[in-house]
Protein backbone atom coordinates (compact mmCIF):
# COMPACT_ATOMS: atom_id res chain seq x y z
CA UNK A 1 0.00 0.00 0.00
CA UNK A 2 2.99 2.15 1.06
CA UNK A 3 4.51 1.63 -2.85
CA UNK A 4 0.68 2.56 -4.40
CA UNK A 5 0.63 6.21 -2.31
CA UNK A 6 4.09 6.67 -3.55
CA UNK A 7 3.37 6.10 -7.09
CA UNK A 8 -0.02 8.05 -6.36
CA UNK A 9 2.00 11.27 -5.37
CA UNK A 10 4.11 10.65 -8.29
CA UNK A 11 2.75 9.66 -11.48
CA UNK A 12 -0.46 11.85 -12.90
CA UNK A 13 -2.09 8.31 -14.82
CA UNK A 14 -2.66 6.92 -11.42
CA UNK A 15 -4.08 10.06 -10.07
CA UNK A 16 -6.33 10.53 -12.84
CA UNK A 17 -6.75 6.69 -12.21
CA UNK A 18 -8.28 7.58 -8.68
CA UNK A 19 -10.71 10.52 -9.68
CA UNK A 20 -12.28 8.47 -12.52
CA UNK A 21 -13.10 5.80 -10.05
CA UNK A 22 -14.69 8.63 -7.31
CA UNK A 23 -16.69 10.02 -10.33
CA UNK A 24 -17.33 6.95 -11.76
CA UNK A 25 -18.62 5.44 -7.67
CA UNK A 26 -21.07 8.37 -7.40
CA UNK A 27 -23.06 7.39 -10.56
CA UNK A 28 -23.10 4.05 -9.06
CA UNK A 29 -23.75 5.47 -5.58
CA UNK A 30 -26.70 7.61 -6.80
CA UNK A 31 -28.26 5.33 -9.31
CA UNK A 32 -27.56 1.69 -8.44
CA UNK A 33 -30.19 2.08 -5.81
CA UNK A 34 -33.11 2.57 -7.82
CA UNK A 35 -31.56 -0.06 -10.57
CA UNK A 36 -31.76 -2.54 -7.53
CA UNK A 37 -34.93 -1.79 -5.81
CA UNK A 38 -36.41 -1.12 -9.22
CA UNK A 39 -34.98 -4.89 -10.20
CA UNK A 40 -34.16 -3.36 -13.63
CA UNK A 41 -30.46 -4.99 -13.74
CA UNK A 42 -31.28 -6.48 -16.72
CA UNK A 43 -32.44 -3.19 -18.60
CA UNK A 44 -29.07 -2.19 -17.11
CA UNK A 45 -27.09 -4.62 -18.74
CA UNK A 46 -28.85 -4.18 -22.43
CA UNK A 47 -28.03 -0.72 -22.49
CA UNK A 48 -24.52 -1.32 -21.62
CA UNK A 49 -23.71 -3.78 -24.42
CA UNK A 50 -25.61 -2.20 -26.87
CA UNK A 51 -23.09 0.65 -26.14
CA UNK A 52 -20.33 -0.88 -27.93
CA UNK A 53 -22.31 -0.49 -31.49
CA UNK A 54 -22.11 3.86 -30.53
CA UNK A 55 -18.20 3.54 -29.63
CA UNK A 56 -17.74 1.80 -32.75
CA UNK A 57 -19.43 4.04 -35.37
CA UNK A 58 -17.89 7.07 -33.22
CA UNK A 59 -14.41 5.82 -33.84
CA UNK A 60 -14.83 4.91 -37.19
CA UNK A 61 -16.30 8.33 -38.02
CA UNK A 62 -13.42 10.02 -35.91
CA UNK A 63 -15.57 11.09 -33.08
CA UNK A 64 -15.07 10.72 -29.22
CA UNK A 65 -16.23 7.62 -28.24
CA UNK A 66 -17.83 8.64 -25.22
CA UNK A 67 -19.97 10.77 -27.53
CA UNK A 68 -20.79 7.77 -29.11
CA UNK A 69 -21.62 5.83 -25.98
CA UNK A 70 -23.41 8.33 -24.20
CA UNK A 71 -26.17 8.55 -27.57
CA UNK A 72 -26.02 4.63 -28.28
CA UNK A 73 -27.00 4.09 -24.34
CA UNK A 74 -29.93 6.99 -23.82
CA UNK A 75 -31.23 5.69 -27.51
CA UNK A 76 -31.22 2.19 -26.40
CA UNK A 77 -32.89 3.43 -22.45
CA UNK A 78 -35.42 4.85 -24.26
CA UNK A 79 -36.10 2.37 -26.97
CA UNK A 80 -36.17 -0.40 -24.15
CA UNK A 81 -38.50 2.31 -22.45
CA UNK A 82 -41.18 2.36 -24.56
CA UNK A 83 -41.34 -1.02 -25.36
CA UNK A 84 -41.70 -1.75 -22.03
CA UNK A 85 -44.27 0.44 -21.73
CA UNK A 86 -46.07 -0.54 -24.70
CA UNK A 87 -45.36 -4.00 -25.16
CA UNK A 88 -44.40 -5.38 -21.69
CA UNK A 89 -44.49 -9.37 -23.29
CA UNK A 90 -41.55 -7.96 -25.57
CA UNK A 91 -39.44 -6.37 -23.20
CA UNK A 92 -37.05 -9.34 -22.91
CA UNK A 93 -37.06 -9.88 -26.39
CA UNK A 94 -36.10 -6.68 -27.13
CA UNK A 95 -33.36 -6.32 -24.49
CA UNK A 96 -31.64 -9.32 -25.47
CA UNK A 97 -31.62 -8.27 -29.51
CA UNK A 98 -30.21 -4.89 -28.69
CA UNK A 99 -27.40 -6.60 -26.20
CA UNK A 100 -26.43 -8.65 -29.45
CA UNK A 101 -27.01 -6.47 -31.79
CA UNK A 102 -25.01 -3.50 -29.99
CA UNK A 103 -21.78 -6.20 -29.41
CA UNK A 104 -22.09 -7.28 -33.08
CA UNK A 105 -22.11 -3.88 -35.16
CA UNK A 106 -19.38 -2.54 -32.64
CA UNK A 107 -16.99 -4.85 -33.36
CA UNK A 108 -17.87 -4.52 -37.09
CA UNK A 109 -17.23 -1.11 -36.59
CA UNK A 110 -13.92 -1.49 -34.94
CA UNK A 111 -12.94 -3.90 -37.28
CA UNK A 112 -12.92 -1.30 -40.37
CA UNK A 113 -12.18 1.36 -38.52
CA UNK A 114 -8.87 2.68 -41.00
CA UNK A 115 -5.72 3.15 -39.68
CA UNK A 116 -7.02 2.66 -36.31
CA UNK A 117 -5.51 -0.25 -33.82
CA UNK A 118 -7.98 0.04 -31.18
CA UNK A 119 -7.90 -2.50 -28.26
CA UNK A 120 -11.05 -3.96 -27.90
CA UNK A 121 -10.59 -5.53 -24.24
CA UNK A 122 -10.03 -2.18 -23.10
CA UNK A 123 -13.95 -0.87 -24.30
CA UNK A 124 -14.62 -4.66 -22.98
CA UNK A 125 -12.86 -4.84 -19.94
CA UNK A 126 -12.40 -1.14 -19.20
CA UNK A 127 -8.47 0.56 -18.52
CA UNK A 128 -9.23 2.96 -15.91
CA UNK A 129 -5.29 3.87 -16.24
CA UNK A 130 -5.70 5.39 -19.60
CA UNK A 131 -8.78 7.92 -18.50
CA UNK A 132 -7.57 11.02 -20.58
CA UNK A 133 -8.40 14.63 -18.98
CA UNK A 134 -10.99 15.36 -20.86
CA UNK A 135 -12.98 12.33 -19.76
CA UNK A 136 -12.73 13.33 -16.61
CA UNK A 137 -14.37 16.81 -17.16
CA UNK A 138 -17.00 14.68 -19.21
CA UNK A 139 -17.52 12.42 -16.27
CA UNK A 140 -17.76 15.37 -13.92
CA UNK A 141 -20.42 16.75 -15.87
CA UNK A 142 -22.62 13.74 -16.14
CA UNK A 143 -22.15 13.46 -12.18
CA UNK A 144 -23.42 16.81 -11.83
CA UNK A 145 -26.53 15.85 -13.90
CA UNK A 146 -27.55 12.94 -12.67
CA UNK A 147 -27.36 14.48 -8.97
CA UNK A 148 -29.02 17.22 -9.93
CA UNK A 149 -31.50 15.54 -11.67
CA UNK A 150 -32.42 12.97 -9.16
CA UNK A 151 -32.60 16.00 -6.16
CA UNK A 152 -35.04 18.07 -8.22
CA UNK A 153 -37.29 14.88 -8.81
CA UNK A 154 -36.26 12.46 -6.19
CA UNK A 155 -40.18 12.32 -4.76
CA UNK A 156 -41.43 11.05 -8.80
CA UNK A 157 -38.57 9.17 -8.49
CA UNK A 158 -39.29 7.32 -5.08
CA UNK A 159 -42.87 6.71 -6.22
CA UNK A 160 -42.41 5.21 -9.67
CA UNK A 161 -39.60 2.64 -8.38
CA UNK A 162 -41.59 1.48 -5.53
CA UNK A 163 -45.28 1.79 -6.85
CA UNK A 164 -46.09 2.65 -10.23
CA UNK A 165 -49.60 2.49 -9.76
CA UNK A 166 -49.93 4.64 -6.41
CA UNK A 167 -47.81 7.20 -8.51
CA UNK A 168 -50.15 7.26 -11.19
CA UNK A 169 -53.16 7.68 -8.98
CA UNK A 170 -51.09 10.96 -7.38
CA UNK A 171 -50.85 12.53 -10.97
CA UNK A 172 -47.26 11.72 -11.25
CA UNK A 173 -46.10 11.42 -15.08
CA UNK A 174 -45.04 7.90 -14.67
CA UNK A 175 -43.92 7.16 -18.16
CA UNK A 176 -41.88 10.61 -18.34
CA UNK A 177 -40.24 9.28 -15.23
CA UNK A 178 -39.31 5.88 -15.67
CA UNK A 179 -37.82 6.97 -19.42
CA UNK A 180 -35.47 9.76 -17.22
CA UNK A 181 -35.11 7.33 -14.62
CA UNK A 182 -33.62 4.76 -17.36
CA UNK A 183 -31.73 7.86 -19.01
CA UNK A 184 -29.99 7.90 -16.15
CA UNK A 185 -29.25 4.79 -15.84
CA UNK A 186 -27.76 4.90 -19.26
CA UNK A 187 -25.77 8.01 -17.92
CA UNK A 188 -24.31 6.00 -15.20
CA UNK A 189 -23.34 3.06 -17.46
CA UNK A 190 -21.31 5.24 -19.70
CA UNK A 191 -19.74 6.62 -16.40
CA UNK A 192 -18.76 3.24 -15.54
CA UNK A 193 -17.46 1.54 -19.03
CA UNK A 194 -14.66 4.02 -18.23
CA UNK A 195 -13.64 2.41 -15.11
CA UNK A 196 -14.74 -1.55 -15.61
CA UNK A 197 -15.54 -1.66 -19.12
CA UNK A 198 -19.07 -2.68 -20.56
CA UNK A 199 -18.56 -6.39 -19.25
CA UNK A 200 -18.15 -5.78 -15.52
CA UNK A 201 -20.37 -2.76 -15.43
CA UNK A 202 -23.52 -4.29 -13.89
CA UNK A 203 -21.71 -5.47 -10.86
CA UNK A 204 -20.50 -2.32 -10.01
CA UNK A 205 -23.49 -0.32 -10.56
CA UNK A 206 -25.38 -3.04 -8.42
CA UNK A 207 -23.54 -4.32 -5.51
CA UNK A 208 -22.86 -1.58 -3.55
CA UNK A 209 -26.54 -1.36 -3.09
CA UNK A 210 -27.35 -4.49 -3.19
CA UNK A 211 -25.09 -4.28 0.13
CA UNK A 212 -26.39 -1.48 1.15
CA UNK A 213 -29.72 -2.78 0.85
CA UNK A 214 -28.86 -5.10 3.88
CA UNK A 215 -28.62 -2.89 6.76
CA UNK A 216 -30.94 -0.12 5.27
CA UNK A 217 -34.56 -0.18 4.11
CA UNK A 218 -34.43 3.84 2.84
CA UNK A 219 -33.73 4.37 -0.66
CA UNK A 220 -31.66 8.08 0.81
CA UNK A 221 -29.64 5.55 2.91
CA UNK A 222 -28.64 3.44 0.21
CA UNK A 223 -27.72 6.09 -1.86
CA UNK A 224 -25.23 7.43 0.47
CA UNK A 225 -23.83 3.77 1.75
CA UNK A 226 -23.55 3.26 -1.90
CA UNK A 227 -21.42 5.88 -3.21
CA UNK A 228 -19.26 5.12 -0.23
CA UNK A 229 -18.93 1.62 -0.67
CA UNK A 230 -18.92 2.23 -4.40
CA UNK A 231 -15.45 4.88 -3.45
CA UNK A 232 -14.01 2.56 -1.36
CA UNK A 233 -14.00 -0.40 -3.72
CA UNK A 234 -12.80 1.46 -7.16
CA UNK A 235 -10.09 3.19 -5.11
CA UNK A 236 -9.05 -0.07 -2.97
CA UNK A 237 -9.02 -2.03 -5.83
CA UNK A 238 -6.71 0.45 -7.73
CA UNK A 239 -4.39 -0.06 -4.88
CA UNK A 240 -4.81 -3.55 -4.90
CA UNK A 241 -4.48 -4.30 -8.65
CA UNK A 242 -1.05 -2.23 -9.03
CA UNK A 243 1.89 -4.06 -7.28
CA UNK A 244 0.88 -7.19 -9.03
CA UNK A 245 -0.05 -5.91 -12.63
CA UNK A 246 -3.31 -6.81 -12.75
CA UNK A 247 -6.54 -5.18 -14.60
CA UNK A 248 -7.74 -2.70 -12.41
CA UNK A 249 -11.46 -2.96 -13.18
CA UNK A 250 -12.00 -6.88 -12.63
CA UNK A 251 -10.15 -6.68 -9.32
CA UNK A 252 -12.96 -3.76 -8.04
CA UNK A 253 -15.73 -5.95 -9.50
CA UNK A 254 -14.05 -9.22 -7.38
CA UNK A 255 -13.38 -7.24 -4.26
CA UNK A 256 -17.18 -5.59 -4.36
CA UNK A 257 -18.42 -9.24 -5.41
CA UNK A 258 -16.49 -10.71 -2.34
CA UNK A 259 -17.89 -8.33 0.18
CA UNK A 260 -21.59 -8.67 -1.05
CA UNK A 261 -20.82 -12.28 0.01
CA UNK A 262 -19.58 -11.88 3.33
CA UNK A 263 -22.22 -9.06 3.72
CA UNK A 264 -24.97 -11.76 2.42
CA UNK A 265 -23.79 -14.30 4.86
CA UNK A 266 -23.83 -11.68 7.89
CA UNK A 267 -27.00 -10.06 7.41
CA UNK A 268 -28.45 -13.61 6.99
CA UNK A 269 -26.78 -14.67 10.70
CA UNK A 270 -28.19 -11.17 12.27
CA UNK A 271 -31.58 -11.74 10.45
CA UNK A 272 -31.96 -15.28 12.21
CA UNK A 273 -30.70 -14.09 15.57
CA UNK A 274 -33.06 -11.13 15.59
CA UNK A 275 -35.96 -13.98 14.92
CA UNK A 276 -34.34 -16.12 17.75
CA UNK A 277 -34.93 -12.77 20.10
CA UNK A 278 -38.37 -12.29 18.89
CA UNK A 279 -39.38 -15.30 19.34
CA UNK A 280 -37.98 -15.85 22.50
CA UNK A 281 -39.68 -12.58 23.58
CA UNK A 282 -42.80 -13.97 22.60
CA UNK A 283 -42.05 -16.98 24.35
Known amino acids: MAEFLTALATYGFLQSALIAGLLASVGCGVIGPFVVVKRIAFMAGGIAHSVLGGMGAALYFGVDPFLGALIAAIFSALLIGAVRLSW?????????????????????????????????????????????????????????????????????????????????????????????????????????IQVVGLILVIALLTLPAAIAAHYVHSLGAMVLIATALGAFFTTLGLALSFRPDLPAGPTMVLLAAGVYVLSALLSRQLSIRRARRQAAAKA
Open 88 to 192: KTQEDTLISALWAIGMAVGVLFIAKTPGYSSDLMSFLFGNILLVPTRELWWMAGLDLALVVTVVLFYRQFLAVTFDEEFARLRGVPVALFYLLLLCLVAVTVVLL
